[in-house]
């Protein structure tokens, strides 16, 4: 089967830490670039980070860029993202996103709520 499943969301307070991880089956994620969006209550889908097939190249949203870094394990067959120096506003439903040879492919998001 192919999906994409989120895990590691959850409350967190003002400047902390969280690291979500997205597992791939179906597809190997070596094979394709791969990328994380949020979504806030009220607000469209918002790109935040890009990373390249091979792994070597990297994009970011300026509003995460330096705090928030975009990764893969090809070994595991997983992606992450480390967030560091969360604020409020990055409270949202986060998600794992691939376009792959059947189309877009998202999981099914995992919440992250920051609290000041």
């Known amino acids: 089967q192919v999906q994409l499943v989120e895990s590691g969301g959850g409350p967190v307070q003002s400047g902390g830490s969280l690291r979500l991880s997205c597992a791939a089956s179906g597809f190997s994620v070596s094979g394709y670039s791969m990328s994380w969006y949020r979504q806030a209550p009220g607000k469209e889908r918002e790109l935040l980070a890009t990373?390249?097939?091979?792994?070597?190249?990297?994009n970011y949203a300026d509003s995460v860029k330096g705090r928030f870094t975009i990764s893969k394990d090809n070994a595991i067959n997983r992606v992450f993202l480390q967030m560091n120096s969360l604020k409020p506003e990055d409270t949202a439903v986060y998600y794992c996103?691939?376009?792959?040879?059947?189309?877009?492919?998202w999981g099914q998001g995992t919440q992250v709520t920051v609290s000041s």
């Open positions: 996103h691939a376009t792959i040879w059947s189309g877009s492919l």
């Open positions: 990373i390249t097939r091979a792994g070597f190249t990297t």
